[in-house]
Nanobody, 121 residues
Framework: QVQLVESGGGLVQAGGSLRLSCAAS????????MGWFRQAPGKERQFVAAASRSGGTYYADSVKGRFSISRDSAKNTVYLQMNSLKPEDTAVYYC???????????????WGQGTQVTVSS
């Protein structure tokens, strides 16, 4: 079993930055494909970013150039650096892990509880 705990959310003004952390326990996730998602009130959960097993990254068009996903294997933690934040980035952000042998995420087995990000205009 893998437990994922997100942190780092909060209230920030438009144009500001936040770094979200996703700390894993139970198993090492350094080789897992990982992803970040978000869900705004009244909207469906949407994909934000993914990191492949081999170190590749992929982003939703809405965050490309502003957000960056990375991982620290020693800390068993995945990060989402968010710059140039906009009010439309306001959402609960979730990290997720895929324990399969695929390079890119093909389905997520484990999810965190989420952390709230609010961007004021």
């Amino acid at each position: 079993q893998v437990q994922l705990v997100e942190s780092g959310g909060g209230l920030v003004q438009a144009g500001g930055s936040l770094r979200l952390s996703c700390a894993a326990s139970g198993r090492t996730v350094s080789n897992f494909p990982m992803g970040w998602f978000r869900q705004a009130p009244g909207k469906e959960r949407q994909f934000v970013a993914a990191a492949s097993r081999s170190g590749g990254t992929y982003y939703a068009d809405s965050v490309k150039g502003r957000f960056s996903i990375s991982r620290d294997s020693a800390k068993n933690t995945v990060y989402l650096q968010m710059n140039s934040l906009k009010p439309e980035d306001t959402a609960v952000y979730y990290c997720a892990a895929d324990s399969s042998a695929s390079n890119w995420p093909s389905g997520y087995d484990y999810w965190g509880q989420g952390t709230q990000v609010t961007v004021s205009s």
